[in-house]
């Protein structure tokens, strides 16, 4: 893991709207306790969001925002906010 290996911060995809989305992904359900196990050793978390969105798609990305701000991660790394209309 890379907190016991030294790690300031940790940089993470949630299971949606990220560029990983077939990989094995953290979700707003399991992050709490993740974040509170960096922060016990003083490692930051950052959630990335680095896909474009649709119109249909920006509800259920805000709802895994408030799910992330909720578990108190430190940051948002988002690629540019335009999204796709359809």
């Known amino acids: 893991c890379a907190i016991n290996n030294g790690a300031d911060a940790i940089y993470l995809g949630l299971k949606n ?3 990983r989305d077939k990989a094995q992904n953290f979700n707003t359900d399991n992050l709490r306790d993740y974040v509170k196990y960096a922060h ?3 490692v930051k978390v ?3 969001v680095n896909t474009i969105l649709t119109d249909r798609e920006l509800p259920k990305m805000l709802e895994m925002v408030e ?3 909720n578990a108190k991660v430190d940051a948002f790394i988002i690629q540019d906010f335009m999204y796709n209309r359809e």
């Open 17 to 19: 709207f990220n560029a």
């Open 40 to 42: 016990l050793h003083n």
């Open 46 to 48: 950052y959630v990335t």
């Open 67 to 69: 799910g992330a701000v």
